[in-house]
T-cell receptor, first 111, second 118 residues
Framework: RKEVEQDPGPFNVPEGATVAFNCTYS??????FFWYRQDCRKEPKLLMS???SGNEDGRFTAQLNRASQYISLLIRDSKLSDSATYLC????????????FGAGTRLTVKP | EAGVTQFPSHSVIEKGQTVTLRCDPI?????LYWYRRVMGKEIKFLLH????????ESGMPNNRFLAERTGGTYSTLKVQPAELEDSGVYFC????????????????FGPGTRLTVL
């Protein structure tokens, strides 16, 4: 079983749509969780950290369910510029920063 | 402030040759990480330096890979001899390091080196 699993998509949505991505992780001791965004042939960039209570940053909302080992990302009012691959990232070990990546979910927002 | 830089951006070599990749982290960042993405797969952790010390090298695929960070500044990753399956994008990332309770240490990635082994 992979450490971090994501639905690879692709998700093709119209502008203004709401889209949700899901991710599961295998190590129940995992401590930290993130969503990174990666544009084509570019490096991953941090979109947001994911906190236990859930957190929101503008149009983006992240949720964590530790009992189910499940992380989600919700994007509201999609923009063309949101088109990218979204990477679910987990740090599985305490006192350690080594990240484990999902394979990514590809999103295309169309006019 | 300059971000993480990597050199070269692309490298094409033949099987059996040696290649050395370089990463310059953000100034002042104690932590430096190497990751790679091979075709069709997820990004995978290779190793982690704290200053000049190897904190974790559990992701290094085999002894053909050697990473160094002399002086705790820039790092090099050498592949010798290169094999076809080493082709992929090698990313370097850096972070400040833990700063206390409630602090989330963010990793910033460089643009990557695209390695092609023929």
């Amino acid at each position: 079983r992979k450490e971090v699993e994501q639905d690879p998509g692709p998700f093709n949505v119209p502008e203004g749509a709401t889209v949700a991505f899901n991710c599961t992780y295998s190590n129940s001791a995992s401590q930290s969780f993130f969503w990174y965004r990666q544009d084509c042939r570019k490096e991953p960039k941090l979109l947001m950290s994911v906190y236990s209570s859930g957190n929101e940053d503008g149009r983006f909302t992240a949720q964590l369910n530790r009992a189910s080992q499940y992380i989600s990302l919700l994007i509201r009012d999609s923009k063309l510029s949101d088109s990218a691959t979204y990477l679910c990232v987990v740090i599985p070990l305490p006192h350690n920063n080594d990240m484990r990546f999902g394979a990514g979910t590809r999103l295309t927002v169309k006019p | 402030e300059a971000g993480v830089t990597q050199f070269p951006s692309h490298s094409v070599i033949e099987k059996g040759q040696t290649v050395t990749l370089r990463c310059d982290p953000i100034s002042g960042h104690d932590n430096l990480y190497w990751y790679r993405r091979v075709m069709g797969k997820e990004i995978k952790f290779l190793l982690h330096f704290v200053k000049e010390s190897k904190q974790d090298e559990s992701g290094m695929p085999n002894n053909r890979f050697l990473a160094e960070r002399t002086g705790g500044t820039y790092s090099t990753l050498k592949v010798q001899p290169a094999e076809l399956e080493d082709s992929g994008v090698y990313f370097c990332a850096s972070s400040q390091g833990w700063r206390g309770p409630g602090y989330t240490d963010t990793q910033y990635f460089g643009p990557g080196t695209r390695l092609t082994v023929l």
